[in-house]
């Protein structure tokens, strides 16, 4: 079974090595549904995410995705397996853990700069501080000027990168984001892919990311891991090795290896039209 | 990363003065136009109201008229009773609004808290709701006299229900993937509260606010009819009983200019509170 050479990498008898960020060891999740009855939808899941890798999760519509990445991040609880985060299991949110849905979820009631800020006012940054982070992680997002506009003149690209901004100006090791650029445009999602690869790469941080869109798994992450139907697990796992610098999006469709990756992850998901 | 993105390469922060003086008149022009056809809506309908009253005594008396009601205003003007009986009753009115929809917004965004407080509270809000507030009038006449306090306690009993309804449906309607996105970046349960189920209620409160500006009014005028001596719905009360009619239409478009008055208030601070509202035009 190809979910086990994930799984050996780390096991619970770890070397002396700093622990990867996440370690997820057979978790299951099931939701009970109005009539009582269980549906299990994630079977028996494993993966590593070691620190500076990019990971992208592809799988059949409605497998399990978003339910595994709300579990990741403490928001539902798992009904068996473990999570660890650098090595240690916790109970409720984990911490420096950066969290982004396809729905930006920006507050109308703020500014991007005020949105920005959201994290580090919970954590009670001193606002002058904080202020000063959120407008040079906008600037660097390209929103220079948009700090003071409401997310209601922003146009659906620009959104999203506040709520990017929102996301990294928290400094957060590990990215778990569920399909965040699927609503843009071809280009902007070009644009944000390269500058999230780029923020990601320099700060060595870690990203999971969830997709549909098997070329953007490709061209961003150094492993596709396919799962499978519901009760979802692990199918396979492909290592990505790409030449070229792996920063530049378009420069990384275009290398020689791209398009077999894709055809082989396009077979393997075993898509049928229903 | 600097990339100019989505074809916008000069930041344009959304200001008044960004509005071309071409769409500020068409605006301005469009406004004039709804004006102008309500006034010419309301001067036919005085106008043909006078015409009608004025071929025939009965319906003048039954019915009152334009002419009538002008010349019991300025007179109610003059010896200073209406400007005295719309203080008494606005004074009622906003005392009620204000304490109902502080008692009933606090309880309804607070039952956001706890499922369980909610689910135990539910059906007796129902009942509550469902009381018909005129026939505590009484009641309430016992407890708390026949002055200001009573006339307070029936408009605040008129609004305090839906107040309370409104603002817990607002609490109740966030987006759940807005609350998780708060839980993920380390907020507790009071700044959950506090940064995003107020805010976002806010649309829901302030649309109770306006509903509720004409039962505060309504429960200080019932609370008039059943026993005072001044007051908007005293002096409806009284030139009823008497068959003034016009006097009855006086005291009433004074209630009316009371309410358009309150709900304007209301728009303003609407206004105020949620900028960012503006902005979307
Ligand atoms: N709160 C819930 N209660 C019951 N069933 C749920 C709940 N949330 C999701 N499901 C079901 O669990 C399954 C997996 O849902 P999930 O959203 O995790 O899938 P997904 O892989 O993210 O789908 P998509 O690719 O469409 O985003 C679906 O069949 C869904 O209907
Ligand atoms: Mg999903």
Redesign the interface.
Known sequence: MTEVSVTMQVGPGAVAAPAPPLVVEHVAKSYELDGGRIMPVIGDLSLTLREGEIISIVGPSGCGKTTLL?TL???LAPDAGRIRWHGREVAG?P?N???M?Q?D?L????TALGNTM??L???GVPAAQAEDRCRAMLD???????A???P??L?G??RQ?VALARTLV?EPDVLLLDEPFAALDFQ?KL?IE??TV?LVREGRRSLLLITHDIEEAVSLADRVIVLSKRPTRVKTVYDIALGGDRRDMMAARQTAGFSDYVRQIWADLDVVLQ | ??????N?P?????SKAMIAPGRRWLRLRSMLAVLATQLVVLAAFLAFWEYATGQNKAAAFMFGSPSAIFKFLSQMAADGSLLRDTYVTGLETLLGFFVGNCIGTLVGLSLWYSRFVSRVVEPFVIALGSIPIIALAPIIIIWFGTGLISKVAMSTLSVVIVALVTSYKGATGV?P??I????????SKF?IFR??VV??S?TDIFAGLKLTVGFALIGAIVGEFMSSSEGLGHAIFKAGSLYIIPKVFAALVATIALALALTFAVGKIEQLL?P?RR??R
């Open positions: 709300n991040c403490g928001l949110q911490q853990v950066g969290y849905l729905k979820l507050l109308p009631w703020r959201l994290g006012e919970i954590r660097q997002l390209g929103l220079h000027g948009f003071d506009q409401y209601s003149t146009s690209g620009m990168r928290n902007s644009l390269n500058d780029k | 990363m600097t990339a100019d993105i989505d916008a000069v930041p344009a922060p959304a987006d993937d807005q998780n996105l708060l839980r993920t970046l380390g907020a700044q940064k995003l805010p976002a806010l949620m960012w902005q979307l």
